[in-house]
């Protein structure tokens, strides 16, 4: 019975260095919000509220890092989501080319964005399916797109 508390004892001690290295490693602690240059021309302010609501902490320069953003490994998936997100699609820096912004309203249709992960972190984001819809909606004329849902 002893051994088997003592290599519990050394197996939880291993696990508090480790995540204390981690913790060192300054990747996920760039908590940066650049100045936003340029919106699109919202459709509505109804579809930009949307937005701001289940997108724009990730396609956005107006990003609120939550707490665990600074702890790692946590911070280190954070900021490689709202990087990535950001190079796809980004609200605040409208006056660069996004190939797939047409794309955005199919994909909150479909069920793909916002991600499951981030919905669950962020109960704000967990739009009815008529909110949904109207973003979706919302967006494709914002973004020109001729699809209509």
């Not at 913790?23 to 760039?30: E, M, N, S």
């Not at 707490?67 to 820096?93: G, H, I, K, M």
């Not at 919905?119 to 699809?147: F, W």
Request: with cysteine; proline share 7%; net charge negative.
């Amino acid at each position: 019975m002893f051994r088997w508390l003592k290599r519990i004892g050394i197996a939880l001690g291993c696990l508090v260095v480790l995540f204390g290295l981690m913790q060192i490693v300054p990747y996920g602690r760039t908590h940066e919000n650049p100045p936003t240059t340029e919106e699109p021309t919202w459709s509505s302010p109804r579809v930009r509220a949307l937005a701001v609501r289940a997108c724009f902490n990730c396609h956005s320069n107006e990003t609120t890092w939550p707490w665990y953003a600074n702890v790692a490994p946590f911070s280190w998936v954070v900021q490689l989501d709202v990087e990535n997100a950001r190079d796809t699609l980004n609200f605040s820096e409208w006056n660069h080319p996004h190939e797939t912004a047409a794309e955005s309203g199919a994909s909150i249709v479909r069920g793909d964005m916002p991600p499951y992960k981030y919905k669950m972190a962020h109960p704000e984001a967990n739009l009815t399916q008529d909110e949904s819809l109207e973003l979706a909606r919302g967006l494709n004329d914002t973004l020109g797109v001729k699809n209509k849902l």
